[in-house]
């Protein structure tokens, strides 16, 4: 960063997720890092992470924000208005730098239009970065403009920023926030061949969503661990029963596995991904964004094709890549080989350039914080463009459509006490238990 700044730099990191806090904290670090000698190393006085968990259905547990593996120097859980009296409060010796807003994009919006009202009057606000977590296959235009109005929108490939600036293009917004980087989370040592030979089946919480389908995948892993026995088979969980990830999980594998009856080099294993990958010799998955980590390292890479290749899986987006087979050509001795070309417009860089994918951004943020004074947040959405739509946005965060808290919302002047925290926890738990188990039954009659 500068050398003129003489404090360590300060950035707070909102995620709603186990994914996302593992995307923003890493992100942070990376964009914000000092660069000596054409190197990233980030060290303690460099930055100052805060972490705050934003509170709602998929707020990472302990166990899982320790399976992410990212240390913050202060963590704790929010409502958006706490963030936002948080942020509002921030004196001038002790501001923050960097925000960044690891969220969904409904919530990214409602936090703009908040800052934009905390921060009004303000000489100078911090530096407001955003993106996505991995793949963007889905909601293109309404995850891109709900993103709009972050001084940095980021895109994980060359592909995404290509079609994000003709997003915003086409409907007249400003599309010089569009900043490409790459996935933060890519690492790990190249690609060597292990004893036992290792399939590794990246499972995700809500692809596909059936019963019947997830049954049949796994089915096939199993199938698969008996017809190679000198091989070892793992299915690698995201998340333990009652827990929650980005994306809801009504059938956990854990508990349709209870049914089977796998040989014994067949296991479930949780974990941080990079070190599941450090032992996987073919990666197979329906559309994770765990095959981008695996190509980067050179891992053969697969993505299933025996459910189809559809929108609805994701798996339309890996169309071209090489990376596409069916379970009867894994079982035969396939190895996928990567197509070169479709891989460089990924973001993925296993041709050794993943060190340089956040120059840019990094010299961006050193151009804003050098700036005498940031323009107020203006995001594309306001109350005169999207009248029937904005206004519900930010009441699900309680805020007026001007941004302002409502009436009613949840204080920001005081620690839960006992009694709330414990009504906190009961209501979570019993709203988990209506999303795994209720839920699905009441489908389920609804289809007879």
């Keep these: 960063m500068p050398a003129s700044t003489t404090k360590s730099l300060r950035v707070a990191v909102l995620a709603d997720s186990d994914t996302r806090w593992k995307w923003g904290s890493l992100t942070a670090n990376r964009i914000v ?7 990233s190393e980030v060290t303690e006085s460099d930055v100052r992470l805060d972490g705050y968990l934003l509170r709602g ?39 923050y730098d960097v925000v960044v807003l690891a969220l969904v994009g409904g919530a990214v919006q409602a936090m703009l239009h908040g800052l934009a009202r905390a921060w009004a009057g303000r000489a100078e606000r911090p530096v407001v970065v955003t993106g996505y977590v991995g793949v963007v296959y889905e909601k293109l235009a309404d995850g891109l403009l709900l993103r709009h109005g972050a001084d ?38 190249d690609y060597k061949e292990n004893d036992p030979y290792t399939v590794v089946f990246a499972a995700q919480p ?25 091989r070892e088979v793992l299915l690698k969980l995201r998340s333990k029963p009652g827990e929650h990830t980005t994306h809801i999980e009504e059938l956990p594998y854990q508990k349709l596995a209870e049914r089977a009856d796998p040989p014994a080099n067949f296991r479930l294993v949780y974990g941080h991904m990079g070190e599941v990958l450090d032992r996987t010799d073919l990666l197979v998955t329906i559309s994770s964004t765990a095959a981008l980590e695996s190509l980067h390292r050179r891992i053969p890479t697969v993505v299933l094709t025996d459910l189809g290749v559809r929108e609805s899986l994701g798996n339309h987006h890996f169309v071209g890549s090489g990376c596409l087979a069916s379970w009867d050509q894994l079982d035969a001795g396939h190895r ?7 891989v460089a417009r990924q973001g993925v860089a296993a041709d050794g350039s993943y060190e340089t994918a956040f ?65 906190r926890r009961a209501a979570r738990g019993a709203y988990r238990h209506g999303v ?13």
């Design 359 to 423: 120059d840019v951004a990094r010299f961006r943020i050193i151009e804003l914080l050098e700036a005498p004074g940031l323009p107020p947040l203006a995001p594309y959405y306001t109350p005169e463009t999207a009248p029937g739509y904005l206004p519900g946005i930010l009441a699900r965060h309680h805020l007026a459509p001007d941004g302002t808290p409502l009436p009613g919302a949840p204080a920001a002047d005081r620690d839960p006490g006992p009694v709330r925290q414990i009504v």
């Design 33 to 39: 890092s000092a660069r000596a000698s054409n190197t």
């Design 57 to 95: 259905r998929a707020t990472p547990t302990a166990r899982q924000l320790e399976e992410v593996g990212v240390r913050a120097d202060s963590l704790r859980e929010v409502t958006g208005v706490e963030f936002l009296r948080a942020m509002a409060e921030d004196t001038a010796e002790e501001s």
């Design 206 to 230: 809500s692809v596909p969503e059936s019963r019947k389908d997830r049954t049949y995948l796994l089915n096939r892993l199993i199938q698969h661990a008996r017809l190679h026995p000198e």
């Design 436 to 448: 795994q188990r209720v839920a699905p039954v009441i489908r389920r009659m609804g289809e007879l």
């Design 152 to 189: 940095l929108v980021l895109a994980n490939s060359r592909q995404d920023a290509d079609r994000f600036r003709a997003v915003y293009e086409g409907v007249g917004a400003d599309a010089s926030s569009v900043t490409e980087v790459a996935l933060p989370f890519l690492g790990g040592a």
């Design 336 to 342: 996928p080989e990567p197509d070169a070309a479709w």
